[in-house]
């Protein structure tokens, strides 16, 4: 693997608040039919507080950008979703986005329109998943939970759509969220869930000022290990600082296993050789002891009892990032690992409502997540805590409970005592 030096060096030079330097973002927006400005058109950076409308001539601009990569998304109601990820600080010039207009056939029937019933039967399970069940998801709305439409398919899976962005109120963190939902599925045979959408966060300390300083020590609590604070740490090979260690789960061969099938097979042909009377010429194992040594019956036993155990065990390996991380550019940090990774951060204990999730979880102390790199392929990862493609990346344990919208914070977001 390539080390992340380049990246390293690059952020301590101009220090960490200094990497949120900004930027400006200028551009257009299109119809792609006509070729006409469209006004009105939100224009945002994903999952950061950062958008504005086009005006009348489609033109708009975004203004103090933090230094990095970002996903740049402009939607508007009747016209395909336009995504892109840019870095402000080499664009040059304006920006040209084309929307595409929906298609609508004539005559089109939908076989399986949405169950108008729909939030009745799940919008309990939609809540649960989108808002999560952590103890502040409570202090977390759905503003127009009428706009969500739900169907169940014949596979028995079930699809979410919304007609317009979700409005989320997250009295706990101080965020008005528009959620532009692009697709919602979830499997009723397996449990698994996949979703996918982007985000514009509102600084609800704008229009309270009063309770300004309560939502910045929720956000700071709330960052503190996250999975951002992980990416943003794993960026600047920063993580044992931070709190964290990553661990190998990759499987290694059983080593009593395989010493107990080797001393049962040895036993064996001992037994049946002609050497069994001749002791002058008796075998011995690794350890220097004879193998007659080993035919009482309590070692038998227990080599017999060994060969049950599994015929492979976790590592558990200590590791850094630099083993599984490197720079792909001046800006871009990867990770990847053929095998699953552990995730502890030793800073918070795990909350109570969590280890009451399962058994599992009741004897861990700390907050301990796993990566699993599904499609076999590296996650490439920006200073903001952003990472890409998600879908390369399945997550469990801890973070797979607590990241959800009532715990996110915009990747914008900086903590007031950054940790040096």
């Known amino acids: 693997m390539k080390k992340m030096v380049p990246i390293i060096f690059a952020l301590m030079a101009m220090g960490y608040q200094d990497a949120f330097s900004q930027f400006v973002l200028r551009g257009k927006v299109l119809n792609a039919d006509s070729q006409k400005p469209l006004p009105a058109v939100s224009v945002y950076l ?39 990820l840019v870095n402000p600080a080499d664009s040059k010039g304006t920006i040209l986005i084309s929307l595409v ?28 998943i989108f808002l999560g069940t952590t103890p502040r998801s409570v202090d977390c709305y759905l503003d127009n939970p009428e706009v969500i439409k739900f169907r169940l398919n014949a596979d028995n899976t079930l699809t979410v759509t919304a007609t317009k962005p979700i409005v989320i109120k997250n009295y706990w963190l ?41 939502y910045e020590q929720e956000r700071a609590k709330a960052y503190q290990g996250s999975l951002m604070e992980f990416m943003r ?23 009593e296993k395989q010493r ?16 069994a009377s001749d002791s002058t010429l008796e075998p011995t194992d690794e350890f220097g002891m004879t193998l007659r040594s080993h035919f009482n019956a309590d070692s038998i036993r227990n080599f017999k009892k060994q060969m049950l155990e599994p015929d492979s065990v976790v590592s558990n390996q200590l590791i850094d990032a630099d083993s ?4 792909v550019d001046s800006s871009t940090a990867a990770m990847y690992s053929p095998d699953s990774l552990q995730i502890a951060y030793e800073l918070k204990m795990e909350p109570a409502k969590y280890k009451a999730i399962s058994k599992k979880y009741k004897e861990e102390r700390f907050q301990i997540s796993q990566f699993v ?3 076999q392929k590296a996650v490439l990862i920006l200073n903001s805590g952003y990472y890409y493609s998600p879908e390369d990346l399945k997550i469990t344990g ?23």
Do not use: C
């Open 46 to 84: 994903n999952n950061t507080s950062l958008g504005t409308l086009s005006d009348e001539q489609g033109l708009f601009s975004l203004n103090n950008i933090p230094r990095g990569k970002f996903r740049l998304i402009a939607t508007s109601v009747g016209f395909e979703t336009w995504s892109e």
């Open 174 to 214: 101080g965020y008005r969220i528009q959620y532009k939902l692009e697709d919602f599925e979830y499997d009723f045979n397996t449990g698994v869930v996949s979703y996918q959408g982007y985000a514009l966060f509102s600084d609800l300390s704008l229009t309270h000022p009063a309770k300004a300083a309560r």
């Open 373 to 375: 790199f599904g499609h």
């Open 233 to 255: 740490a794993f960026y600047v090979n920063q993580l044992q600082a931070g709190g964290f260690e990553i661990r190998s789960l990759k499987k290694i061969y059983n080593p």
């Open 398 to 420: 801890y973070w797979a409970w607590w990241e959800n919208m009532a715990t996110k914070l915009p990747y914008d977001y900086v903590p007031s005592n950054p940790r040096e």
């Open 101 to 128: 207009p929906k298609s609508l056939q004539l005559g089109e029937v939908d076989v399986n329109p949405p169950d108008p019933n729909g939030w009745a039967k799940w919008g309990k399970l939609f809540r649960d």
């Open 260 to 275: 107990a099938k080797k001393m049962l097979e040895e036993i064996e042909k001992y037994k049946a050789s002609s050497v």
């Open 324 to 327: 599984v991380g490197f720079a």
